[in-house]
């Protein structure tokens, strides 16, 4: 990040002053008009005379009051018992009632700081069921959308590969399998797992979001182990939906060149081990996978160049228009860290934090800050700060540890300072610009500055600091929540950017499935399908969960299906709400973990297989 001073609103606080101090001297009194009388520049004092001391027989005695407004109180008292009683009982209650408010502010309260107004329960299970109508392959019946089936069946049978490539998630409205946003969305949905599973378990989701992992990494075991990626051009130029396709689907072949896409199913299959963990034979396959796939990639042999995978047109030509990639040591470095998470083998952190620095020098301008399917470097660099915060290994990987933590902090000043990143007027963090779909981009930085506050809350730490500046973590709490609540509904158009969600919500969403009818038994043609594409109705089958790409800089939508870059919804930012979602949903009403801190999250479990600490030298 560059070395900017950020200027963080804070609240102050300024001692008064002796005149300030010193200013009420009066108590005010009101007039029979019912409203305060001003006497110079002071107030009116009321004076209340009980008439308990003896009456003084001088002539002064007659006088009226100094006072403009005063009352004089004849109180008679009868029974000096009774009255001291009075004054007993009086006092008494003062004390109790004292006692009782002291206790209320020192008892310990339940932990939901700043909670979003949201129904994030209701918000999980949606963003979630998107996924599953993105689902290729042989359809389950069990699935709550009803308006897919099966498809895809013969995909990688009939091209020249001869593989299995049945399965896996159509991208976003299109009916292409892109590998690369798909490992990446395997990989943050399993993150979101490891670290709040008991969210999860708690609200009813743990199954159906560990059904979905499981549906993208059986995927990816078949694409890593024959180094494939599904695209077919005829997926952009035919309206159709994908149980009705019949044309040729030929398959994308990428070797290990291909780095970047090679690092993402690395961590994608070694993240899924770990939400699979108790699945012992399972989970073992995908280390197997990830470790076998790392040796081939991360070998730095004087022959074999190392590279991106949108660079070769045979692996990525289909893609680079949706998702040309920039970089990869990032995704070799985010893909070695998963690694060793998931082995405990200490060799693969040694490679992420000695290329970490290679990794920053690769890194755009445009880049930075930035979480997304393309840069990995942000959030490597937050769970290489977790490990430094729970799991310290010392020597020899201080150094990278503490520029990772450095960086973070940096960052999460970047998400609250607007002279790094501006806001839209209804307050969307605007990450990349210049790019379109700002809601993607602010959803994971939603995550990662609650994920990154839990950790502090952890450590008993209040905040963080950049330099002269500083963080509260209720300003990161605020930050996160304010873009979700914004993504659901608190913006401009007063619209929620997920379908499904809230009254209002868009209706003509660009996808090919859930603007064409399924219930009338009609099989449509490419041809046929373009009267669905340009129809000015809203779609009959509803695409619950899907986030679309959302406004503008200026906060502006249009709900159009013919202009995606409003309208179109994709797995890859669908991924980074879910994660946002659970981050900020209310913890469990009891919690197993956080020690006595109920936070919802797991601050052990990620380190199951860490079992030793490197020795100093």
């Not at 075991?221 to 939906?241: A, E």
């Not at 993240?271 to 796939?293: H, P």
């Amino acid at each position: 990040m560059p070395d900017s001073k950020f200027s963080i609103a804070s609240p102050t606080h300024t001692s008064a002053s002796d005149a300030d101090m010193h200013s009420v001297k009066y108590v005010h009194t009101i007039s029979e008009a019912g409203r305060l009388l001003p006497s110079a520049s002071q107030w009116n004092s009321t004076e209340i005379d009980f008439n308990l001391a003896p009456q003084s027989s001088n002539s002064y005695g007659s006088l009226p009051s100094r006072y403009s407004k005063s009352f004089d109180y004849d109180l008679v008292i009868t029974d000096k018992a009774s009255f001291k009683r009075f004054l007993y009982i009086s006092a008494l209650a003062a004390l109790l009632i004292l006692a009782l408010v002291l206790l209320i502010h020192f008892l310990p309260h339940k932990h939901h700081p700043h909670s979003p107004t949201k129904n994030l329960t209701l918000a999980v299970n949606q963003a979630l069921t998107f996924f599953d109508a993105q689902k290729s392959g042989n359809y389950p019946n069990y699935s709550p959308v009803k308006f897919r089936g099966n498809s895809g069946m013969q995909d990688g049978k009939v091209s020249n590969l001869n593989a299995d490539l049945v399965g896996g998630f159509y991208d976003s409205g299109n009916n292409i399998k892109f590998s690369f946003p798909t490992a990446y969305a395997v990989t943050i949905l399993s993150w979101s797992v490891i670290e709040y599973q008991e969210k999860y378990a708690e609200i009813g989701e743990l199954n159906h979001v560990k059904d979905i992992i499981k549906w993208g990494s059986d995927y990816l075991l078949k694409v890593g182990s024959t180094g494939n990626d599904t695209k077919v051009s005829n997926d952009i130029n035919c309206w159709q939906r994908p149980e009705d396709m019949s044309y040729v689907r030929p398959v994308s072949v990428c070797d290990s060149t291909a780095s970047d896409l090679a690092g993402e199913i690395i961590a994608a299959l070694s993240a899924a081990s770990i939400v699979f963990k108790d699945e012992i034979m399972y989970s073992g396959e995908l280390i197997k996978a990830a470790g076998k796939l790392y040796e081939v990639t991360s070998r730095e042999d004087p022959g074999r160049k190392q590279g991106t995978y949108t660079k070769v047109d045979a692996c990525g030509g289909e893609a680079r228009d949706y998702y040309n990639s920039t970089s990869f040591i990032d995704e070799l470095v985010w893909g070695g860290t998963w690694l060793f998470f998931a082995t405990g083998n200490n060799s693969y952190l040694a490679y992420a934090t000695e290329r970490f620095k290679a990794a920053e020098d690769e890194e755009t301008e445009s880049e930075k800050g930035i979480f997304y399917w393309n840069n990995k470097l942000t959030a490597t660099a937050v769970l290489l700060t977790r490990l430094r915060f729970f799991r310290d290994l010392g020597y020899p990987y201080e150094g990278a540890l503490r520029s990772s933590s450095s960086r973070t902090e940096i960052l999460m000043c970047s998400y609250l300072s607007d002279h790094i990143f501006n806001k839209t007027q209804g307050g969307l963090i605007l990450l990349r610009p210049g790019s379109g779909g700002a809601l993607e981009f602010a959803a994971t930085a939603s995550f990662l500055s609650k994920l990154y506050s839990d950790y502090l809350d952890l450590l008993r730490r209040s905040g963080g600091s950049c330099g002269n500046d500083g963080f509260s973590l209720q300003m990161l709490r605020r930050f996160s929540i304010s873009q979700v609540q914004y993504i659901l509904g608190d913006n401009p158009m007063k619209m929620s950017y997920m379908v499904g969600f809230g009254d209002k919500y868009p209706y003509q969403v660009h996808h090919r499935s859930a603007s064409i009818p399924w219930d009338d038994g009609q099989h449509y043609t490419c041809a046929e399908g373009d009267r669905w594409l340009y129809s000015k109705e809203p779609n009959p089958n509803l695409l619950v969960g899907a986030m679309v790409a959302g406004p503008d800089i200026f906060d502006n939508f249009s709900d159009e299906r013919d202009k995606p870059w409003f309208t179109e919804p994709s797995i890859a930012s669908n991924a980074g709400l879910v994660a946002a979602l659970i981050a900020l949903h209310d913890p469990p009403r009891k919690s197993s973990n956080s020690a006595s801190l109920n936070l919802g999250i797991d601050q052990t479990g990620i380190f199951d297989k860490i079992h030793s600490t490197p020795s100093n030298p």
